[in-house]
C-alpha cells in the first residue's frame, strides 16, 4: 500500500521548493518561480542534449569565449536559453554565465532580488562523443536591487542562498540545496516534471575514489604530487584508491557525493589559479558537497570562505569525503 501512496504522490521538484518557502515565509515564492524558470531551462538543454547527434548541433560554433574556448553550438544556444528564461523570470538583477565576458544587468523593469551565476554547459569538449556534461549555478540574493553593482556578485560563496546542478546523462538529474540538505530530483519526460529520487543525500565520510587529470601531473606542486601518491601507493597498508575521471565536472562531482572519495582540480605550474572557475563551478559544487557533509578546500581555505574579484576568476579545488579532504588540509597545511 506504501508503494501504491507514493506513487500519487508526487513530490516534484516545484511542490519539494515550496514547503521549503514556508522555511522562509518572507521570500512570498519568489525563489519558487525563479527555480522554475531555472527548471525550465534545464529541460529545454535536456531536450536539446538527447537530440544533438540529430538535430546538428553537434560541433563548433565558430566563437572563442572570455575564456580563450571554442564555443561549441550546444554552449551558444543553452547560454541564450538560461539567460532569456533568467531574465523573464522577473526576479533576478545580475546574471553571471561562463559563455559572457561582462555581467548582464537586467532592466529595472524586470529586476528581482536575486543574482544567478552558471555554468550553462559544463563538460563541452564531451558533447560530441555523448558522454555526460550538465548546468551549474548559484543563486545569490542582492541587498538593494535598485542599487546594484558588481560587488552584489563578488560575495564569498557561503553566502549564497542555493546551488545546484543538472547532469544530462542517462538520465536527467537535478541535484539542488537551498541551505538544509541536497536533494536529487530525476526528470520523468512522460511528465515533463523532476520527482524527488534522492532525498537528503548525504556524501561517505570517506571514498576509494579519487578522480583527478593525471596528464598535468608534471606540472603539479610538491603537496598536490604527495597526495597523489598517497592514493596510489598507500604508506599505512591501506587498498590503493581507484581513478574515476570523466573530465565533465558536473559528472565527477555526482559520482563523489554519492559513492564518496575525492575530486581534485589543483593548481599546477600552467595555470597557477587551477582551471575551473569560482562563482558558476567551484562555489555551487563546495555548497553542496558541505550540505551533504563533505568539505571543498581551494589548497589554502575552505572553498566557500573566497572572496572573488573577478568574475570569471579561477582557483585550484579539492572536494569530497570530510575525511579524504582533512588529509589534504594536514599535507598542504604542513607545506604553508
Ligand atoms: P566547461 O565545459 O564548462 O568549460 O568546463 C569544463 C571543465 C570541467 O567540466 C571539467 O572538470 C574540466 O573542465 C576538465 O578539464 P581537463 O580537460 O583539463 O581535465
Ligand atoms: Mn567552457
Ligand atoms: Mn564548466
Ligand atoms: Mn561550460
Redesign the pocket.
Known amino acids: 500500500h506504501e508503494a501504491e501512496a507514493h506513487r500519487t504522490d508526487l513530490m516534484t521538484i516545484t511542490r519539494y521548493v515550496l514547503n521549503e518557502q514556508s522555511r522562509h515565509p518572507e521570500s512570498r515564492g519568489d525563489f519558487s518561480i525563479l527555480l522554475s524558470h531555472i527548471v525550465l531551462g534545464c529541460k529545454f538543454v535536456c531536450s536539446s542534449v538527447n537530440k544533438a547527434g540529430l538535430a546538428k548541433l553537434i560541433g563548433l560554433a565558430g566563437e572563442t569565449n572570455v575564456?580563450g574556448?571554442e564555443q561549441k553550438k550546444l554552449d551558444v544556444l543553452s547560454n541564450e536559453v538560461f539567460v532569456k528564461a533568467l531574465i523573464s523570470s522577473g526576479r533576478t538583477c545580475i546574471l553571471v554565465s561562463?559563455e559572457d565576458e561582462e555581467a548582464t544587468f537586467v532592466d529595472p523593469p524586470l529586476r528581482g532580488r536575486y543574482c544567478v551565476v552558471f555554468?550553462p554547459?559544463?563538460?563541452?569538449?564531451n558533447i560530441d562523443c555523448g558522454v555526460s556534461i550538465g548546468t551549474i549555478f548559484g543563486v545569490y540574493m542582492v541587498k538593494d536591487k535598485d542599487d546594484v553593482t558588481l560587488d552584489e556578485v563578488l560575495q564569498p560563496g557561503k553566502n549564497m542562498l542555493a546551488a545546484g546542478y543538472c547532469m544530462y546523462g542517462s538520465s536527467c538529474t537535478l541535484v539542488l540545496s537551498t541551505g538544509s540538505g541536497v536533494n536529487g530530483f530525476t526528470l520523468d519526460p512522460s511528465l515533463g516534471e523532476f520527482i524527488l529520487t534522492h532525498p537528503d543525500i548525504k556524501i561517505p565520510k570517506k571514498g576509494k575514489i579519487y578522480s583527478v587529470?593525471e596528464g598535468n601531473a608534471k606540472n603539479w606542486d610538491g603537496p598536490t604530487t604527495k597526495y597523489v601518491e598517497k592514493c596510489k601507493f598507500p604508506n599505512d597498508g591501506a587498498s590503493p584508491k581507484s581513478l574515476r575521471y570523466i573530465?565533465?565536472?558536473v559528472a565527477?562531482v555526482h559520482r563523489t557525493l554519492l559513492y564518496g572519495g575525492i575530486f581534485l582540480?589543483p593548481a599546477d605550474k600552467k595555470s597557477p589559479n587551477g582551471?575551473?572557475r569560482v562563482l558558476y563551478e567551484v562555489f555551487p559544487m563546495s555548497f553542496l558537497m558541505e550540505q551533504a557533509g563533505g568539505q571543498a578546500f581551494t589548497g589554502k581555505q575552505r572553498a566557500l570562505d573566497l572572496v572573488p574579484t573577478k568574475i570569471h576568476q579561477r582557483s585550484p579545488i579539492f572536494l569530497g569525503s570530510y575525511d579524504e579532504v582533512e588529509e589534504i588540509k594536514a599535507l598542504m597545511e604542513q607545506n604553508l
Do not use: A, H, P, T
Not at 554547459?121 to 569538449?125: A, F, H, I, Q, T
Open positions: 575564456q574556448e561562463e555554468d554547459l559544463d563538460g563541452s569538449s587529470n573530465g565533465s565536472m565527477d582540480y582551471k575551473l
